[in-house]
């Protein structure tokens, strides 16, 4: 989505990015076999405070040289192959425009 955001508006800077498995409530009513399973990882998952680290780092620091790209823990990673795509650009973009229309519109 970012890459696209940016050709369509070149003077903006957006970058992409994963804060990482945190622990907050939103599977609190979960159960059987995924309660066990997010009961068992509790302790490597992140702390809300921990992962928005990466959120305010790419809205606080200049990222304008890693424009248009992922971050994860606050660095540049590498996409893996196959999600790069101008088709999948577009495609990303036009979803996400038809639910903004859609919930504007409603």
């Not at 660095?75 to 979803?95: C, D, M, N, Y």
């Amino acid at each position: 989505f970012a890459r696209e955001l940016i050709e369509r508006y070149p003077d903006l800077t957006a970058v992409s990015l994963h804060p990482g498995v945190i622990k907050t409530n939103l599977g609190r009513d979960f159960g059987g076999f995924i309660k066990c399973c997010v009961a068992c990882c509790t302790p490597c998952l992140k702390t809300p405070r921990e992962g928005a680290v990466a959120t305010l780092h790419c809205a606080t620091a200049d990222v304008s040289a890693g424009n248009g790209l992922y971050y994860k823990d606050s660095k540049i990673e590498p996409v893996r192959e196959g999600f790069v795509s101008a088709e999948l650009q577009r495609t990303l973009w036009e979803i996400s425009m038809a639910v903004v229309d859609t919930f504007l519109n409603n």
